[in-house]
């Protein structure tokens, strides 16, 4: 019941945080151009600092280096399991909405959302398994969800995935951890200082990006559809499987809660870059951001 009760909490904070983001927008406190100068902060900068500082933090765990690995794996095989049946779920909406949907369940909000979360509930141990399990998400991402919108350049996708700041940044961690390399206490201040910025920050750039849409979308039925799937019906299967297997319950809450984010901000960014249907896709992130801040805690009191 505690761990509800603190989700809960959580979820208001960050539900207060994104209204106030969404505030900022509609008064121009915060404009489209800066609300682009945030999110490259976030992702160039304060993700790879909380990542950073995760597996700098000396945690510890039965079988680390295992569960790791494990998480590698589970993730991957989440993703295998969105990329082969995401289509066949949505195959009965317009090709311009189920590419989205399909697209929106391959790449969850698993950063902005996902890590502060985890972070909540596990510390840094839960930051650590979220940057192991985001690196399938990464490649997902730049392939086949980008292939929903456009021919993909696999040159191009794996020198983007190879020099992502936030796999840059675990790999820079893995090192950390392994070798405990003597840093200068300013160095491992300012990078623990940036960590903090990182839920904030991140609903702030959520608002400013949910403040595009009406109120009215939040009745779509195809948005809904999509949302139940999404935050609900996935990550309950993963959580039954899993449960199944005896995976470690720090893993398995990682896994379920990674399984249970929103659609990602890339759905609406790619959709319209690559002439997707844009606007449905800010209607699908508005309604699974909106929902999950009801989901997710019902997902932490299960597991």
């Not at 809960?8 to 800066?34: A, M, T, W």
């Not at 972070?119 to 839960?126: A, F, K, V």
């Not at 399990?133 to 995935?161: C, E, N, Y």
């Amino acid at each position: 019941m505690e761990s509800v009760i603190k989700m809960v909490n959580l979820q208001l904070v960050l539900l207060s945080i994104l209204v106030i983001g969404i505030i900022c927008s509609r008064l121009k406190i915060v404009s489209k151009e800066g609300q682009e100068s945030l999110s490259n902060l976030l992702l160039n900068l304060v993700l790879p600092c909380n990542i950073i500082a995760s597996f700098s933090s000396h945690v510890e765990s039965d079988n680390m280096a295992r569960n790791l690995v494990l998480a590698l794996v589970i993730s991957a095989i989440i993703q295998v399991l969105a990329v082969a049946f995401g289509g066949k779920l949505f195959k009965k909406f317009p090709k311009n909405e189920k590419d989205v949907m399909h697209y929106g369940l391959i790449c969850s909000n698993s950063s902005f959302i996902g890590m502060p979360v985890a972070e909540n509930i596990y510390g840094s141990l839960g930051v650590v398994y979220v940057s192991m399990f985001q690196l399938p998400i990464r490649i997902t991402m730049w392939t086949s969800g980008l292939a929903l919108f456009t021919k993909v350049d696999r040159k191009s996708a794996i020198k983007t995935i190879l020099v992502h700041p936030c796999i840059v940044s675990m790999a820079i961690g893995i090192i950390i951890m392994i070798f405990s390399p003597p840093l200068p206490g300013f160095v491992t201040s300012t990078i623990d200082y940036l960590s903090k910025c990182t839920i904030p920050l991140s609903m702030l750039i959520i608002g400013c990006i949910l403040s595009e849409c009406s109120i009215k979308e939040i009745f779509d039925r195809s948005a809904v559809y999509f949302s139940v799937i999404r935050l609900v019906i996935f990550p309950l299967v993963i959580f039954v499987i899993l449960k199944v297997l005896g995976v470690d319950d720090v893993l398995l809450g990682v896994s379920v809660i990674m399984s249970g984010m929103p659609a990602g901000s890339t759905t609406v960014i790619l959709a319209d870059k690559y002439d997707g249907d844009g606007h449905y896709a800010s209607k699908v992130m508005f309604v699974s951001t909106l929902l999950s801040m009801l989901t997710i805690p019902l997902l932490c009191a299960i597991i």
